[in-house]
């Protein structure tokens, strides 16, 4: 199948804003040079459009007129507003992750007394001090078939990495929540779930808008 390019100012724009992110995004040497050529790989294709089979239902050019910085860090104030959004997923049955603005919150989140054969990681410790095969799982070489796929590992700023051994079921179901409180932004987050042979969960997720006024 031919691809058709279609570059646009969107496209350049997401340039600009990835050079102004990328010294703060986690991840050296190898990540940081997979992150490059991610990128690249988005700026040969630029965002999807209709005259591309899949997105052939929705054209991002048009959906994403204007391209937002990335969001900074989150703050007390976020923190503050992400509080009150989490009351609205008060489920004490559910193992809770919670990223606030793109950034993994350890405050808001469950990772104590893990289950046998339940790990869980943040994808910035991960890509930062993890082992090469699971940080080749979270930037395969297949991104390059799906420009959105490629700008998700250029521009990721965190996310939960989840493994769960061979035979183990657990349960209780593990939830991750995503709260955006800044205006005016963009967050990129990526997680990666692996289950072994025979092991059993239940993920859940979730996304709560609550903007600072």
């Known amino acids: ?15 600009d804003v ?22 690249e790989t ?6 999807p459009h209709r005259r591309m089979e899949d997105w052939k239902y929705t054209d991002l050019r048009m959906s994403m007129r204007d391209v937002l910085p990335l969001a900074v860090a ?3 104030a ?15 049955s559910a193992r809770r992750l919670v990223l606030v603005d793109g950034v993994f919150a350890p405050q808001f989140s469950n ?13 910035r410790d991960v890509l930062e001090t993890g082992s090469e095969a699971v940080r080749a ?32 079921e657990i349960k209780q179901s593990l939830q991750i ?9 963009s967050a990129f987050t990526r997680s990666l779930f692996t289950l072994a042979n025979n092991a059993k969960a239940t993920l859940i997720e979730r996304v709560a808008h609550l903007p600072r006024l």
């Open 1 to 15: 199948m031919n691809v058709v390019v279609a570059k646009t100012n969107n496209a350049q724009a997401l340039g």
């Open 18 to 39: 990835f050079a102004i992110a990328r010294d703060r995004l986690p991840g050296k040497g190898a990540v940081a040079a997979a992150r490059q050529k991610a990128f």
């Open 42 to 47: 988005f700026e040969r294709t630029g965002l």
């Open 74 to 76: 989150p703050d007390h």
């Open 78 to 92: 976020a923190f503050a507003l992400a509080e009150d959004a989490l009351k609205l997923f008060d489920e004490d």
């Open 111 to 123: 990772v104590a007394k893990l289950e046998k054969g339940l790990t869980i990681r943040t994808l």
């Open 137 to 168: 799982r979270l930037l395969p070489a297949t991104q390059a078939g799906d420009p959105m796929i490629a700008l998700n590992a250029a521009m990721m700023t965190d996310g939960v990495v989840i493994e769960i051994a061979e035979g183990i």
């Open 177 to 185: 929540i995503h709260v955006a409180t800044a205006k005016a932004t």
